[in-house]
């Protein structure tokens, strides 16, 4: 069987989808409208193309979800990402708030010669800088239970698993304050009225506001997901 022949694009939607939850269940196009930056309208054109290559299954008002094949090809430009990402961190001195838009730009170049030995090079890492698992070369993904800081209650002490990459400030800022994969964290106080999160980190205090707080992922050291705060305070950020 032939295989498609993908645009830059096609792939970035592709992954996208992946990102969002499509690989498991239909999502709906503004979440993945979000994801990549362009119009719900853009996005459905594209989930229409993939969908004739047999890539996703799309269904207006009902969202897309992607298809094995289209699965395979989402993991494969995750993978390369990821890949890209801790190469430039590792040997290129490239700070985690940096190498997200490069890794971008180079994803869709590299062959599978180039990935394999950058896979190498970096010990064939499992995670990448900001605790993103890394696809092996069977595009298998290991997940670890975690689940956004915010969530929990004063008193949990946790350990931060990944960071969502965000913005280059807020990546920077939580490299400054040591709130990376691998540091402990424990909540100490949430001020009322949707107010920050007081954490401490290394001895030391720090007030993290929602869009923060939102970006670091946790678990307990054992791996799994601690208790989390009052279910009133998780809904009410939903409603």
Do not use: C
């Not at 989402?74 to 993978?79: D, G, K, M, P, S």
């Not at 004063?154 to 540091?183: C, D, F, M, N």
């Not at 720090?206 to 809904?235: I, N």
Request: hydrophobic content about 45%.
């Amino acid at each position: 069987m032939t295989k498609p022949q993908l645009t830059a694009s096609d792939q970035d939607h592709l992954r996208a989808m992946y990102l969002v939850g499509g690989g498991e269940q239909r999502v709906p196009m503004g979440l993945v409208a979000a994801r990549v930056g362009h119009s719900a309208a853009a996005v459905t054109a594209a989930a229409k193309r993939l969908q004739a290559m047999g890539l996703v299954a799309y269904e207006r008002y009902r969202g897309v979800r992607l298809t094995d094949a289209g699965l395979r090809i989402a993991l494969e430009v995750v993978r390369h990402h990821r890949l890209l990402e801790s190469y430039l961190v590792e040997f290129l001195g490239y700070k985690w708030s940096e190498v997200h838009e490069e890794a971008d730009r180079l994803e869709h170049a590299i062959s599978e010669t180039l990935e394999q030995r950058i896979a190498a090079r970096i010990s064939n890492a499992s995670i990448d800088p900001h605790g993103e698992p890394i696809p092996n070369e069977e595009l298998v993904t290991a997940h670890v239970a975690a689940q956004p800081l915010t969530l929990f209650a004063p008193g949990a002490s946790v350990v931060v698993r990944r960071v969502r990459p965000a913005e280059g400030a807020i990546l920077t800022y939580l490299a400054e304050i040591g709130l990376v994969p691998g540091a402990t964290v424990t909540v100490v106080d949430r001020l009322p009225f949707e107010g920050p999160l007081v954490v401490e980190v290394a001895g030391r205090r720090h007030h993290l506001g929602l869009l923060v707080s939102d970006s670091v992922f946790v678990s307990s050291p054992d791996g799994q997901a601690p208790q989390r705060a009052a279910t009133k305070r998780a809904t009410s950020r939903r409603s």
